[in-house]
């Protein structure tokens, strides 16, 4: 399947400009803040990778006719959010197994590196922030609100991205992290996964509490190679749906 992902940050300031600055320097057009809201909900997962972008049914939802719904689609297309498929028209896009394999190898090498970073850098309060939000997320977990979790787990690796306090390793985490926001939110659908992943999130924070660098880094690793593989069999359910 020849796919691109989804790109840039998590909370879209920076890819609101981008699309905005397709259409014009000033970012105005209706098409222009049609294409934010859609790149919102496809970078949160709202819009899940392979769904499929109906003109009419856009145009309807947002009370608009389909030449900003179009052009929208044209700005989306251009960061690599949206795909065009033949006879199926604009659909989100979907990544091959191979390439999100590789991306979740570098994602787990930087988060990795932020973690050993952490164990060492955080300041008494970021850890103790850290811990807190952790036990926070298991009434989440222990209630399976996917949502509700999904939220702890941005945080928790966004608290992981600071306390690393190197500017640019979080300039790279969140780059490679916006790009598999779909599917790493998705791998939350999977029986069991909220209370696995619970459970990989303890042993990295216990690592960083007790100053342990290469365990922080070594309980990551394994924490998102086991994401990796959740995500890739939400791939391949994806996979076979789009060919039946």
């Given at each position: 399947m020849s796919i691109r992902s989804c790109m840039q940050v998590p909370n879209l300031p920076f890819l609101s400009r981008l699309v905005a600055g397709a259409a014009n320097?000033?970012?105005?057009?209706?098409?222009?803040?049609?294409?934010?809201?859609?790149?919102?909900?496809?970078l949160r997962g709202g819009l899940a990778p392979g769904v499929r972008l109906d003109e009419q049914e856009l145009a309807q939802r947002f009370g608009v006719s389909r030449t900003p719904v179009r052009e929208a689609l044209g700005h989306l297309a251009a960061t690599g959010l949206v795909e065009h498929r033949p006879r199926r028209g604009v659909t989100v896009a979907v990544i091959s197994p191979q390439r999100l394999h590789e991306m979740f190898v570098v994602m787990a090498e930087l988060e990795a590196s932020a973690s050993?970073?952490?164990?060492?850098?955080?300041?008494?309060?970021?850890?103790?922030?850290?811990?807190?939000?952790h036990r926070a997320s298991q009434a989440a977990v222990r209630d399976g609100r996917i949502d509700e979790y999904e939220r702890f787990n941005q945080d928790f690796h966004s608290r992981l991205y600071a306390g690393c306090h190197n500017s640019y390793l979080r300039e790279l985490l969140n780059a490679t992290r916006a790009r598999l926001a779909p599917f790493r939110r998705a791998?939350?659908?999977?029986?069991?996964?909220?209370?696995?992943?619970?459970?990989?999130?303890?042993?990295?924070?216990e690592a960083i509490l007790r100053g342990d660098g290469e365990g922080a880094a070594r309980a990551m690793r394994e924490h998102l190679a086991t994401v990796s593989g959740a995500a890739a069999e939400y791939v391949a359910i994806q996979s076979h749906q789009l060919s039946a």
């Amino acid at each position: 399947m020849s796919i691109r992902s989804c790109m840039q940050v998590p909370n879209l300031p920076f890819l609101s400009r981008l699309v905005a600055g397709a259409a014009n320097p000033e970012g105005q057009t209706r098409a222009a803040e049609l294409a934010a809201t859609l790149a919102d909900e496809i970078l949160r997962g709202g819009l899940a990778p392979g769904v499929r972008l109906d003109e009419q049914e856009l145009a309807q939802r947002f009370g608009v006719s389909r030449t900003p719904v179009r052009e929208a689609l044209g700005h989306l297309a251009a960061t690599g959010l949206v795909e065009h498929r033949p006879r199926r028209g604009v659909t989100v896009a979907v990544i091959s197994p191979q390439r999100l394999h590789e991306m979740f190898v570098v994602m787990a090498e930087l988060e990795a590196s932020a973690s050993r970073l952490a164990a060492a850098a955080m300041t008494p309060e970021e850890r103790q922030g850290l811990e807190g939000a952790h036990r926070a997320s298991q009434a989440a977990v222990r209630d399976g609100r996917i949502d509700e979790y999904e939220r702890f787990n941005q945080d928790f690796h966004s608290r992981l991205y600071a306390g690393c306090h190197n500017s640019y390793l979080r300039e790279l985490l969140n780059a490679t992290r916006a790009r598999l926001a779909p599917f790493r939110r998705a791998q939350f659908n999977m029986r069991g996964r909220l209370a696995a992943s619970w459970r990989e999130h303890d042993a990295v924070v216990e690592a960083i509490l007790r100053g342990d660098g290469e365990g922080a880094a070594r309980a990551m690793r394994e924490h998102l190679a086991t994401v990796s593989g959740a995500a890739a069999e939400y791939v391949a359910i994806q996979s076979h749906q789009l060919s039946a």
